[in-house]
């Protein structure tokens, strides 16, 4: 069967969704086609209302979770009340040539539904980096290219936070932002003093915090401070694919969801020197299914978008679509979360918050920013936050004991994480597997993916400045924890991995231009994590989002001046 659109999206996720709200807006009859199954917003979110006690096993992993999901069940927002916006293991196999761990959410909304929401624009500081400290290749783009993108998004997507003012964290749209606790303001309060080129600032993230006009068109309203997010919003007060830009697709009359099909890869026209669509199967009946279009967006995620790419085979193409350098797959690179930091403070007994704010205290990188200034390259963002122990453990204990335990919170303790930039290199790479696939018919990913020298020595940077500062502010019980060291943290566990189809001026260096398009088969536009030249420190998701729209508005614009 041949079905004909305007538009293919690959993959209904964070990147997706944004593709197709876009073209739908603009007039395009728009195919999105998703592997996993439909999630309707608020209908599909069945553990959204429930208490800990509702659960089988009081909203644990369970051995038989982990035995079943060895890498999955890794990511600390998988147990009972998630598991479901997570793959199987054992259904969606890949070879790791280096350990990595490969999360993934297959179903309408990806990993929207399961994102931590973090919002942070890119700064030229950024942009500039690749140039400026001769890596990977330059970025074809500047933050001004980005910057109305940017607004463009968060605007509808709803950010909470302040504005800032920091030359390397440039201010987003805001709704308002939430509040420190007292334990958090005092160490601001001793970093600002002792560290003033270490600004503390409240996180921004994906919440709307005071509904606007274009949230509540959306059906969307206030955060509750739930912090129970990872189950699905029903108030759609964080931003999802499923509460936000699908259902505004929807509602053009433009889109098509097509659910439980694999896309297998691009078709390419070799008359036509252009793509035509794409070959899909269904994910139980396993039939064949080609779907045509004048453009296809890939927003498979990351990895699953160079293997698709990777696996669109043609005689001008015999190495993956638009691969005629050999560069897709190489420079994969991710975030460097390897590091912890806990500690204690004394005192504020008499302190105390409210709620469940879903989100912590963030300081934009501090090295390297305006010069080399360390043994390693690049820099890392810290965050941290400060709680009292024992509020948060609600299915402690049982009886009296507990009941009393209940109405006296703990000491105040403190957990600070990095976020560090890895540099990408070639040998960091992903490939398909000659004689493996998968049940239907696509080869195996290989991930050929290791940290760097680079980055166990940003790791250490991270501690010796970590503890410095909580020191500073009079914390104590300060412990340092190599998450890798201790077998828990592989490269993709923190679920950024970006880079493989990288965007640059130069088509023997990079396969993407400015605007995402293949430099060589243009009607196809990569704009999820496997576009990125770099990968900054600054969570990654606003940056997927703001490059989607504005590809989407250039290719609308380029079909109507007949350039596709
Ligand atoms: C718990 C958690 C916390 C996170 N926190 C943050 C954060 O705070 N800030 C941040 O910026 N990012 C965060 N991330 C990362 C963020 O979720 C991703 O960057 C983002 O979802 C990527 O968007 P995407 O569209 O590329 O991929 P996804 O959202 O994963 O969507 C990809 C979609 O493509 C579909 N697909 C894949 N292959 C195919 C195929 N062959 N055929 C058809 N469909 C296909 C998938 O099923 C999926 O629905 C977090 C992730 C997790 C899991």
Redesign the pocket.
Same mark, same amino acid.
């Not at 999360?103 to 929207?112: D, F, M, P």
């Not at 927003?299 to 990351?302: C, L, Q, S, Y």
């Given at each position: 069967m041949e079905y004909t659109f305007d538009a293919i999206v690959?993959?209904? %996720?964070?990147?997706? @969704?944004w593709a197709a709200k876009e073209l739908c807006e603009r007039g395009l009859k728009t195919l999105v086609?998703?592997?996993?199954r439909m999630v309707k917003h608020v209908r599909d979110y069945p553990t959204a209302m429930l208490d800990p006690w509702d659960f089988q096993h009081g909203n644990t992993k369970t051995c038989t979770m982990i035995e079943e999901n060895p890498t999955i069940s890794k990511?600390?927002?998988f147990d009972e009340s998630t598991k479901h916006f997570?793959i199987q293991d054992a259904l969606h196999p890949y070879i790791q040539e280096k350990p990595f761990d490969w999360?993934? %959410?297959?179903?309408? @909304?990806?990993?929207?539904l399961?994102?931590?929401?973090?919002?942070q624009r890119w700064s030229d500081y950024e942009f500039e980096a690749p140039k400026r400290d001769g890596f990977a290749v330059d970025w074809p783009i500047r933050y001004n290219d980005l910057a109305p993108w940017y607004s463009h998004v968060e605007k509808f997507v709803g950010i909470s936070g302040n504005r800032d003012g920091l030359p390397n964290l440039p201010d987003s749209e805001v709704l308002p932002a939430f509040e420190m606790n007292a334990v958090e303001k005092y160490i601001k309060s001793k970093i600002n003093r002792h560290f003033p080129d270490r600004p503390v600032i409240m996180g921004r993230?994906a919440h709307v915090t005071a509904p606007q006009t274009v949230h509540t068109e959306q059906g969307r309203t206030k955060c509750m401070a739930r912090s129970l997010c990872?189950r699905g919003c029903p108030f759609g007060a964080y931003f999802s694919?499923n509460a936000s830009t699908l259902p505004w697709a929807e509602k053009t009359g433009n889109l098509t969801i097509k659910t439980d099909?694999?896309?297998?890869s691009i078709l390419y026209d070799e008359k036509a020197g252009k793509a035509v669509g794409v070959k899909?199967i269904e994910s139980d009946t396993k039939r064949e299914h080609l779907y045509k279009a004048r453009i296809i967006f890939v927003?498979?995620?990351?990895l699953?978008?160079n293997?698709?790419l990777l696996n669109s085979k043609s005689s001008k193409f015999p190495n993956g679509l638009g691969n005629l350098n050999g560069l897709m797959g190489t420079h994969i690179a991710f975030h460097n979360y390897r590091g912890r930091i806990t500690a204690s403070i004394d005192g504020f007994e008499d302190q105390y918050y409210f709620g469940r704010r879903p989100t912590q205290v963030f300081m934009p990188s501090f090295r390297n920013v305006y010069k080399q200034e360390t043994d390693f390259l690049r820099g890392y963002m810290v965050a941290f936050s400060a709680s009292r122990e024992g509020w948060s453990k609600r299915a402690d204990g049982i009886g009296s004991t507990f009941k009393e335990a209940l109405t006296e919170a703990g000491k105040w303790v403190v957990s600070m994480m990095m976020q560090g930039e890895t540099v990408p290199i070639k040998e960091n790479h992903v490939r398909l597997s000659n004689d493996k696939s998968d049940q239907w018919g696509?080869p195996l990913l290989i991930t050929s993916i290791a940290y760097t020298e680079n980055d166990d020595k940003q790791l250490l940077d991270f501690f010796q400045e970590g503890v410095k500062m909580l020191e500073t502010a009079g914390c104590q019980d300060i412990v340092t924890v190599d998450q890798h060291a201790i077998g828990y943290r592989n490269p993709g566990l923190e679920?950024?991995d970006m880079g493989g189809v990288r965007m640059g001026n130069d088509p023997d260096t990079s396969l993407l231009n400015k605007w995402n398009q293949l430099h060589h088969c243009k009607n196809v536009f990569v704009t999820?994590?496997?576009c990125m030249t770099s990968t900054g420190n600054?969570?990654?998701?606003?940056t997927?989002m703001a490059l989607t729209a504005r590809a989407a508005n250039y290719a609308v614009d380029e079909i109507k001046r007949g350039n596709l």
């Open positions: 690959i993959g209904s %996720g964070i990147s997706g @969704g086609i998703e592997r996993g990511h600390y927002a997570y999360i993934r %959410g297959y179903q309408v @909304g990806g990993k929207s399961l994102w931590a929401r973090q919002t993230c990872q694919s099909t694999v896309v297998h899909a927003n498979g995620a990351t699953n978008s293997l698709i696509v679920v950024h999820d994590g496997a600054q969570n990654p998701s606003l997927f």
